[in-house]
């Protein structure tokens, strides 16, 4: 099966992909986001639900709740920042200085794994933008975007999670004024980046839309995971 006829989705845990149990069409899937403008403010509400959600256990081992079905985009989206959310929260607690080394190890690997499921959903949401758009004749002349639409939804990912921690710094009780001040002041920049960022992402949908721009996606090929390509991994392997 080609890749674009996958429609992927990570079991509850996120340890392996698992296929739809229905295949729906792309077209279907996204038939409620037929007005322009509407991918970055839909993708940002399911980003800060999926925040939401995970701080109300705030555990990194808090199984995910999907509350979208899985023929909806919102459901990649959600899957997609929880991933983050969570990765977020391992890179937290590796940094504590008292972590015991054994520990540390164990949650090391936890991130390398983290990492590869974050880019293999960004893969995912791309092969829905390729599909989306794959009837669609690039115009003579039209320019390629310097990263895919889903490596822009990415950026947006984790530009929410760092938008609600630093409102939590900007508003922590026990914190100094001038702690308070600084973060506030970190917060109105990256506040300013998510608008930039959110236009920039419908315009560039807009312009894949319209011809004026065309998608090439590239596998990211990571290597410190593959016990064929790491040479750590495939000398212990003799």
């Not at 403010?41 to 081992?61: G, R, T």
């Not at 960004?122 to 889903?150: C, H, M, R, T, W």
Request: negative net charge; contains cysteine.
């Amino acid at each position: 099966m080609e890749f674009l006829e996958l429609s992927m989705i990570c079991d509850t845990k996120m340890k392996k992909p698992t296929f739809f149990s229905q295949h729906k069409s792309i077209k279907s899937i996204f038939a409620s986001l037929i007005i322009k403008d509407m991918f970055s403010k839909l993708a940002y509400s399911v980003f800060e639900q999926s925040i939401k959600d995970y701080h109300q256990f705030d555990n990194v081992d808090q199984p995910i709740n999907n509350p979208y079905s899985k023929d909806k985009f919102e459901h990649l989206l959600y899957l997609k920042n929880w991933i983050d959310t969570v990765q977020w929260h391992f890179e937290d607690i590796i940094r504590d200085p008292q972590i015991d080394p054994v520990a540390a190890l164990t949650l090391k690997r936890r991130i390398d794994a983290s990492n590869q499921e974050r880019t293999d959903m960004v893969e995912y949401i791309d092969s829905y933008f390729l599909q989306k758009y794959s009837d669609v004749k690039a115009k003579d002349g039209a320019k390629i975007n310097s990263e895919s639409p889903a490596w822009a939804f990415d950026r947006l990912s984790i530009l929410a999670l760092k938008i609600y921690h630093m409102n939590e710094e900007a508003t922590r009780v026990e914190a100094s004024q001038e702690h308070r001040d600084k973060c506030q002041e970190k917060l109105n920049i990256l506040l300013e980046q998510r608008s930039d960022l959110s236009t920039a992402i419908d315009d560039l949908l807009a312009d894949i839309e319209n011809g004026d721009k065309f998608m090439k996606v590239y596998k990211q090929m990571k290597m410190y995971n593959d016990d064929e390509l790491n040479p750590v991994l495939y000398q212990n392997k003799k």
